[in-house]
């Protein structure tokens, strides 16, 4: 009986039986360590007879203490004065935006109708200037042909006086007409009227639409001074006279 008692004990102290083994791992933050009795239990294995009767001890997992809540953060009072010169600056930040944006905006709009202006009154004067260039031309234009007239009547004068002159070369004889008469009494009172004068007269007869005439002449003159003379004789005597080349 001692021996079977003993080699029981024997055996229980050398290989520890399921119920005596330490439990399985659990986590830190949920399971605290065994109660130093619990340890103690088991490096000091009661008797055999109360170790093989007695049941496990069972396993206590304790939590952790509930935390306190933190503290509700107090906001922190308005300074109503502080908001309202913030906001009182803000307006008058935002009404000098506004305001430098509108005096650019108008400076913009000036600077646009200065140009405008500008260009409308460079080109009215390039207008004006083109109205006076025409002005100008058409005055010159005019001048011009009144002078080429001018040159054109004293050229035509000049060549009248050359052809003259070159009539006078060329002709050199003259007579003077006293006149032309259809009565045969007339004509010969003609003659007696240039004769008393001193210049020598002859007649010719020739036939016109209106009938026979009879033409008093005086000459020929082989100079254009002779037949002057005679004709201031003959207008002197209150006669009738024309200078006509033969």
Request: proline residues 9%; positive net charge; hydrophobic residues 40%.
């Amino acid at each position: 009986m001692k021996a079977t008692l003993r080699s029981a004990f024997w055996s229980n102290t050398s290989t520890p039986s399921a119920t005596s083994r330490p439990p399985a791992p659990v986590s830190a933050s949920a399971v605290r360590p065994a109660a130093p009795a619990v340890a103690a239990d088991m490096r000091s294995p009661a008797p055999p007879s109360l170790a093989a009767s007695a049941p496990a001890a069972p396993i206590r997992v304790l939590q952790d203490p509930p935390r306190p809540a933190p503290p509700k953060e107090t906001p922190p009072a308005r300074d109503l004065a502080k908001e309202r010169e913030a906001a009182a600056r803000e307006a008058a930040a935002r009404e000098a935006r506004e305001r430098e944006a509108r005096e650019a905006a108008r400076q913009k709009e000036l600077a646009a109708r200065e140009a405008k202006e500008k260009e409308a009154a460079a080109r009215e004067a390039k207008d004006r200037e083109a109205a006076a260039r025409e002005v100008r031309e058409k005055a010159a234009a005019r001048e011009a042909a009144a002078r080429e007239a001018k040159e054109r009547e004293a050229r035509q004068a000049r060549e009248a006086m050359a052809r003259e002159a070159l009539k006078d070369t060329v002709e050199k004889r003259y007579i003077v007409q006293v006149g032309a008469f259809a009565d045969a009494g007339a004509a010969s009172e003609a003659r007696a009227r240039a004769e008393k004068v001193g210049v020598r007269t002859y007649t010719q007869v020739i036939e016109t639409e209106a009938g026979r005439r009879i033409r008093v002449r005086v000459g020929p003159f082989n100079s254009r001074e002779e037949a002057d003379k005679a004709l201031g004789k003959l207008r002197a005597a209150g006669l009738p006279t024309a200078l006509l080349p033969q």
